[in-house]
């Protein structure tokens, strides 16, 4: 029987793998995220909160974890017991813009998106600077999305990526 | 909160329909069309919901197209709903059971006579009931043909999703990981399944 658009929303599970391989490249490259083939590059960090899960088998196994006392080898054995990332706190840093927000996986939700607000009364500048700002934040997600898409599909990700992977993965055992 | 003010939080959708070329009139007359309107009081209406202003919820007065910031269209769905408190309900309905035994010198209340008085004490309350109102901004880039709805809440995004079609006649597609990974391979002409496609990051 052959799945519908709803169906395979559901079982996608390219959210979690991408906010996976998003920490993953924040912490081999100590936060300096460049994206071949694209002048942006910026600071991406974890912001003090994460929810793991290994949704293999009924029930989830979650972990949770929030506030300074989580480290990379944290993230690293949740991710070796087969957990994935569910849901991120990030923070964002390119050039004087900050942004630090709740990235979901399951729809890339963005929430309690923390933007300066603009020292004006003009409705009509505040919405601009506002929506540009968000703006400019999807469009750094987006372009890491096509990558990580881009990059999880080519051989190279068995050849390359996943050995790479697996020497992060297991750095502190 | 969303376009204006606060902390934002929002889900984005791509309009999956062929759009008229007259894009603001087109919006603005739907506006109009399908404007928020305030629940009577005299009525059992529970739920109502419509278009405002994203900078005053109580304004539809769209003629002005202060609702067009090129390339942007921002507005807001208003939703107000009526609801009684499940222990306030019961509470009314306990004490006109009581006047309805003394007044009909019945002992027990025959499953009709229940259902009749539960229905009318759930009407009175309903008509004393106030509307809360809860508003969600919506801005829709007519360049990227993206629209941001400004709620992460379920049932808010469902409620949108059918509205948004039902005044404007616009199918609206998630941009979720499935279907942004779709625009991706497309975009990259790459002949690969996405349904095949799974990431392992530890074997097994």
Known sequence: ???????????????????????????????????????????LWLDGRIVLADDREPPPNTVSYSGDDFTVDDLRQAIRSGKKVREARLRIEQGA?????????????????????????????????????????NGLLDQLYEYFIGEVYEKKWQVEGYPEFQTWLNKSI | MGIYTGAASYQRYRTGDKLPDNIKEFVLEKLKEFPFKEINPATITEKSMGWVSAENMASTFFDDMHFSKEPYLAFALRVDTRRIPALAAKA??????????????????????????????????LKKALPTPVVYDVCWNTKTEEIFFFSNSKSAN???????????????????PYDLAEEIVTKQNKSVSLKNLRVDFVDG
């Open chain 1, 1 to 43: 029987m052959s799945m519908d658009k709803d169906d395979l929303r559901k079982e996608c599970s390219f959210g979690k793998d991408f906010i996976t391989y998003i920490c993953y490249m924040s912490d081999k490259n100590a936060g300096v995220i460049m994206i071949p083939g694209s002048d942006d590059q910026f600071l």
């Open chain 2, 158 to 176: 469902d409620e949108f999703i059918t509205f948004f079609y039902r005044s404007f006649d616009v199918k609206l597609v998630p941009l979720v």
């Open chain 1, 97 to 137: 813009n900050v942004w630090s927000f709740n990235f979901k996986a399951e729809r890339f939700e963005v929430s309690s998106l923390k933007i300066d607000m603009p020292q004006t009364n003009d409705m009509d500048e505040r919405f601009f600077d506002r929506m540009l700002s968000i703006e400019a934040l």
């Open chain 2, 92 to 125: 009314a309905f306990l004490g006109e059971e009581i006047k309805f035994k003394e007044n009909s010198g019945k002992e027990k209340l025959a499953k009709q006579d229940r259902d009749m008085l539960k229905e009318e004490v759930w009407q009175s309350l």
